[in-house]
């Protein structure tokens, strides 16, 4: 009786976390390959929303809930051989990578890009491409740890969080 008392209360606390916000910590991203935007979180509230360029096909950039795992300014282009910091490098001046499909953080990433003209189009071969300006705003935001949540959905943001 006790132990049920207990697990009751624990379920039914106002302490305890439920809902978006909790879940995916603060701040957190939402990337929405439909509408392809993304959506800083903070406090619950969204606090800005981006245009992004995603996957040129649907399973190009993957599906789920991510943390981030590497930030660097100025990334090197390996796919490429393209030195941070040139103008043709495609991964603009931030990379902020997270971890799908169990890779280490510098497979899938939200970046910058070196065509604006890309920006709210299906483009990428699985990225997350923003303005450069937008990019190096959301880099000053986020830190090692942050969960990227990226879906498919006609919701809005709000109804994404609520």
């Known amino acids: ?33 439909t509408s392809n ?52 490098n495609p991964l603009g001046s931030r990379w902020i990578g997270f971890d799908a499909q169990n890779t280490d953080g510098r497979t899938f990433g939200v970046h910058g890009n070196n065509n604006p003209a890309a920006i709210g189009r299906f483009v990428t071969a699985g990225c997350i491409r923003m303005y450069e300006k937008d990019v190096q705003e959301l880099y000053r935001l986020l830190k090692i740890g942050t969960k990227i949540k990226v879906i498919q959905s006609h919701k809005s943001f709000e109804d994404l969080i609520n």
């Not at 008392?5 to 302490?15: D, E, G, K, T």
């Not at 809902?19 to 939402?30: R, S």
């Not at 649907?58 to 490429?80: H, N, Q, S």
Request: net charge positive; proline share 7%.
């Open 37 to 88: 935007r993304l959506a800083l979180i903070e406090e619950g509230k969204i606090k800005e929303v981006y245009k992004v360029a995603t996957g040129k096909s649907k399973e190009l950039t993957p599906e789920g809930e991510f943390t981030v795992t590497v930030k660097a300014i100025d990334p090197y282009y390996r796919k490429k051989d393209i030195p941070g910091g040139d103008k043709t």
């Open 1 to 33: 009786m006790v132990k049920l008392s207990i697990a009751f209360i624990l379920l039914f606390s106002p302490l305890w976390p439920i809902g978006n916000a909790e879940k995916l910590g603060d701040p957190y991203v939402i990337v929405n390959k």
